[in-house]
């Protein structure tokens, strides 16, 4: 399970579609692999937006879940809307992912808490993964025990996808929704949409509900249509 409702913002919680399943892992087959494997007891990774460190760490969560195995994700970009209480106790959780750390650095409680979960769910043999934009030694963290202990362990950098990837992905994430998706269709979209991931899949979702109501196929047209 994730972490209660009530302890996060309304809005937040695991997207169906975050699976290992629907990862186009070129560049990063080796983060795949690790995440997969469930042996790495703590595992950092980072990358600018749109290159699947949310998708991953949802993943993470719904792979325990399919494995009866409790997790928690918590979205470190909601801080405003939360409190590190947050992280007290949930050392009982077999899987913990965070998401976004970097929004922390500098903020005395949140540091601190951090630190003292790491220290816990190394302790109880609980599995945390954590999420930045930028490497471990680029947080800017004032309390230096907790850059320290967020250096141990496997680091990863997440590759962005270049274009003939992209059009894989969208492929990939289209036949997982049930759409056939023609490689000009892909590219118009390349060309005509927006550039980062997240917000293709988005406008994938916004086609494949198009598509449904107007019971049509993904064609150019169609998809010119939905852009204007």
Aim: glycine share 6%.
């Amino acid at each position: 399970m994730t972490v209660a409702a009530g302890q996060l913002p309304l809005g937040i919680g695991l997207r169906d579609s975050a699976t290992f399943e629907n990862y186009y892992p070129a560049g990063n087959e080796l983060v795949l692999q690790t995440l997969q494997a469930d042996e790495e007891r703590y595992v950092y990774l980072w990358g600018g937006k749109g290159t699947g460190k949310t998708h991953l760490l949802q993943a993470i969560c719904h792979a325990a879940a399919d494995a009866d195995r409790h997790s928690a994700y918590i979205p470190l970009n909601a801080l405003p809307e939360l409190s590190p209480e947050i992280l007290t106790g949930l050392e009982q959780q077999a899987v913990i992912v965070l998401d976004d750390i970097q929004l922390i650095a500098g903020h005395e409680e949140w540091e601190l808490a951090l630190f003292h979960l790491y220290n816990r769910a190394q302790e109880a043999g609980a599995r945390l993964v954590v999420s930045s934009t930028v490497s471990p030694a680029g947080l800017a963290l004032d309390l230096a025990d907790l850059a320290s202990r967020l250096s141990w362990g496997p680091v990863f950098q997440l590759e962005s996808l270049n274009d003939d990837e992209k059009r894989a992905a969208l492929q990939l994430r289209a036949r997982r929704r049930g759409l056939i998706m023609a490689e000009e269709v892909a590219d118009y979209l390349l060309k005509r949409g927006p550039r980062d991931m997240d917000s293709l899949f988005t406008l994938l979702n916004r086609l494949d509900e198009a598509s449904l109501v107007a019971q049509r196929r993904l064609t150019i047209p169609f998809v010119r249509e939905l852009l204007n």
